[in-house]
């Protein structure tokens, strides 16, 4: 499998990606914002299309759109009960604009395919190395600001209380989601990038009580699940993103069953 | 030490308080009492430096004073994953990612012993009791040893026994450690058989005053 050099490429770039996402799903599911990657995985894809309609590369387009939503997402969010009703508007209104994006662009269906459900074993040397750069950039952002966001994502009170810039804070998280979407996109593409940014992190609530056990747990988790999802579809030729969902659900179903029957 | 010199705020539409003139010495268990709206918890954001006076000032008798504050909600639920002892480490600041050093770690161990939490250090916070989980956030709060407790409503939601046992460990870092404890309550008991002295909030103005001059009125509204 490792002779060739599309698969080698493949497991590079899942490896940051999945460690990425990993990260900062601990985050995303601390500040129960799991609605919030699939919202922005939503508007990653039209950011994706719009990017093929204009010519500029769909990961750029998919950025472009994520980093200026997250943050107006994020800021409605923040009146609960209109949360759920407002972003589904807006997941909605820019699954209609991707269509729309896409169908001006006169591109392929299998473009919008790639986009939608990731195109992992296909990726160019140039755009793993962008991928990298910008796992690197989200990584490096969360260890610099790691103990102040961890007080703020595991006790948003608590850190107000201590004095920290818990609005600079969240917008720094914002930033981290809007980037690992559209990262994680390019492996288990738009429609489930929340796969590789929510599971891992929900799962590891159910089997780790500390913060270093909780990154520990769902960086594991990402990465089985991508190794295992891309070792899998090499042999079976079936789709990658397919056994990483399936991994992924399955062990958070795992996790859920073993603390109902230890918290009886 | 924190002197409080002629401070006074108001908001646009509402004036809160006026000219308060009143000191807290070192080791003082000063309750704050008035009715609600009248600025009490107001008065802390001013100290805390996380709201602006109208006019007046505040001078803390160092440069680097820390406070420790437990306000009255959190957002923990049942299914709340870090143990106590992980969530008061959020408050530790020096620590690394990943390891803790020793004097974070004594911190620690110092902040569940005081608390009465050691043993339950393990236990995940989300399915703590009403009062353990209460004196996770009074450990959260000491564990980087403020000049300064501030407790905010803290006993509010806890019921009678629970709320004794927290005053309890709170008297005792009062007494033994001379830890300086301002408390934010309506519970006209427990301040009465607690506290030293007083900040009454009434008509606009503030008095600091003995604590046998407090009545049930003060808590009315």
Known sequence: MFQYEFMRQAFVASTFIAITCGVVGVFVVARNMSFLSHTLSEIGFAGAAFGVLVGIAPLTGMILFTLVSSILVGSMSSQKERSEASTSAISSLFIGAGILFLALSAKTSSYATNILFGSIVGISKENLLELIILAAVVLITVMLFFKKLTFDSFDSIGAKAAGLPTIFLSVIFLITVALSVSIGAQVVGSLLVFVLLTLPGATAKFFARTIPGLFAVSIGLALAGVWLGLVLGYYTNLPVTFFISIFEVLSYFIGLLINRIKTK | ?221
């Open chain 2, 1 to 221: 030490m924190i002197e409080f010199k002629d401070l006074s705020k108001e908001f646009s539409d509402k004036k809160l308080f006026e000219n308060a003139n009143f000191t807290i010495n070192d080791g003082d268990f000063v309750g704050v009492v008035g009715k609600n709206g009248s600025g009490k918890t107001t008065l802390i954001k001013i100290l805390m430096g996380l709201e602006k006076p109208s006019s007046g000032t505040i001078k803390l008798s160092k440069s680097k004073f820390k406070f420790g504050y437990v306000p009255q909600f959190r957002n923990i639920d049942s299914d709340y994953p870090l143990s106590i002892a992980s969530f008061i480490e959020l408050n530790l600041k020096k620590s690394g990612m990943i390891f803790k050093n020793q004097t974070d770690k004594d911190k620690l161990a110092q902040a569940l012993e005081q608390t009465g939490l050691t043993e339950i250090k393990d236990l995940p916070l989300g399915l703590a009791s009403g009062g353990e989980k209460q004196k996770a956030y009074l450990a959260q709060a000491i564990v980087n040893n403020p000049d300064v407790l501030i407790l905010d409503e803290s006993t509010a939601s806890l019921d009678g026994s629970a709320k004794e046992k927290l005053m309890e460990v709170v008297q005792k870092l009062n007494q033994e450690q001379k830890l300086t404890v301002i408390f934010i309550s309506h519970d006209y008991l427990l301040v009465k058989e607690y506290v030293q002295k007083c900040l009454f909030f009434e008509n606009h103005h503030i008095d600091m005053k003995d604590v046998s001059e407090l009545s049930e009125k003060v808590f009315e509204d």
